[in-house]
């Protein structure tokens, strides 16, 4: 935030909005939680946002010692999030768990690419996970390829795909969302259930089990930490034409 518009005020909390409270800043962070990424993967991602403002919000995030340029694979320039700018996950985890509880917009926009979900999926794995549990797995939403990796409890999730992955699990982004947005009761909700909106590849019957209860949990974990519906009354979700992602 330039220092025209900063509040100024003897607060905590103000002083965090002061280095995050623009308009789609959180949203780069919430963005740079799935990993390093170039100017474009986050233009394309955040649907709605003119370059010349996210180069701006860029800027702004890398003065505030939130977000850093280096350089990637192929001597390409990436941003990647400086450990204040990771200390923002349970923050976005917060925001997200509240807003599933929200009606969305009737002429809403769908992200370019789902690493929307990165920061909110790694936190509440990180809250239901097994403190011994080790395990790779590949998670294709919609095609879209994550990687999720635990190793001795401590989870991580980024954009792209695993290396020799022991599960890889795919589904539609509707299908997590369905849990976490409350459009599944979570009283009708079982291990089965969840395993039945995925395809499943693996040939490590017990790796499968891991990783299914791990995500099973997670996602009834976001839903747990919402707030009760019956104080924030919530339009049921339309259900969203399926995206045909075109490989670059």
Same mark, same amino acid.
């Given at each position: 935030m330039t220092l025209a518009r900063r509040y100024r005020l003897l607060c905590p909390i103000a002083r965090a909005l002061d280095l995050v409270g623009d308009r789609w800043a959180l949203l780069v962070l919430r963005d740079l939680h799935a990993g390093p990424a170039r100017f474009g993967e986050l233009l394309d991602g955040l649907s709605g946002i003119a370059s010349n403002l996210l180069a701006s919000r860029l800027d702004e995030l890398v003065e505030g010692?939130?977000?850093?340029?280096?350089?990637?694979p192929h001597q390409v320039t990436v941003y990647e999030l400086t450990p204040l700018g990771a200390?923002?996950?349970? *923050? +976005?985890?917060?925001?997200?768990?509240?807003?599933?509880?929200?009606p %969305?917009?009737?002429?809403?926009?769908?992200?370019?690419?789902?690493?929307t979900i990165a920061v909110t999926l790694k936190v509440a794995c990180g809250r239901v996970v097994d403190p011994k549990l080790t395990l790779r797995t590949e998670l294709r939403l919609d095609g879209?390829?994550?990687?999720?990796?635990?190793?001795?409890?401590?989870?991580?999730i980024?954009?792209?795909p695993a290396v020799a992955p022991q599960v890889t699990l795919e589904t539609d982004y509707e299908s997590i969302v369905a849990v976490s947005d409350g459009v599944m009761?979570?009283?009708?909700?079982?291990?089965?259930?969840?395993?039945?909106?995925?395809?499943?590849?693996?040939?490590?019957?017990?790796?499968?089990?891991?990783s299914l209860? *791990? +995500?099973?949990?997670?996602?009834?974990?976001?839903?747990?930490?919402? %707030?009760?519906?019956?104080?924030?009354?919530?339009?049921?979700?339309p259900r969203r034409a399926r995206r045909t992602r075109q490989r670059r």
């Amino acid at each position: 935030m330039t220092l025209a518009r900063r509040y100024r005020l003897l607060c905590p909390i103000a002083r965090a909005l002061d280095l995050v409270g623009d308009r789609w800043a959180l949203l780069v962070l919430r963005d740079l939680h799935a990993g390093p990424a170039r100017f474009g993967e986050l233009l394309d991602g955040l649907s709605g946002i003119a370059s010349n403002l996210l180069a701006s919000r860029l800027d702004e995030l890398v003065e505030g010692g939130l977000v850093r340029k280096t350089v990637g694979p192929h001597q390409v320039t990436v941003y990647e999030l400086t450990p204040l700018g990771a200390s923002t996950a349970n *923050l +976005l985890y917060e925001l997200a768990a509240f807003g599933s509880r929200l009606p %969305p917009d009737p002429d809403r926009r769908e992200p370019g690419n789902h690493r929307t979900i990165a920061v909110t999926l790694k936190v509440a794995c990180g809250r239901v996970v097994d403190p011994k549990l080790t395990l790779r797995t590949e998670l294709r939403l919609d095609g879209e390829p994550f990687t999720i990796d635990v190793n001795h409890g401590r989870v991580d999730i980024v954009a792209g795909p695993a290396v020799a992955p022991q599960v890889t699990l795919e589904t539609d982004y509707e299908s997590i969302v369905a849990v976490s947005d409350g459009v599944m009761t979570l009283e009708v909700m079982t291990l089965e259930d969840f395993a039945s909106r995925l395809t499943i590849t693996s040939t490590e019957p017990a790796a499968v089990q891991q990783s299914l209860a *791990l +995500l099973s949990a997670a996602v009834q974990r976001i839903a747990n930490d919402a %707030p009760p519906q019956e104080v924030a009354p919530r339009l049921e979700r339309p259900r969203r034409a399926r995206r045909t992602r075109q490989r670059r």
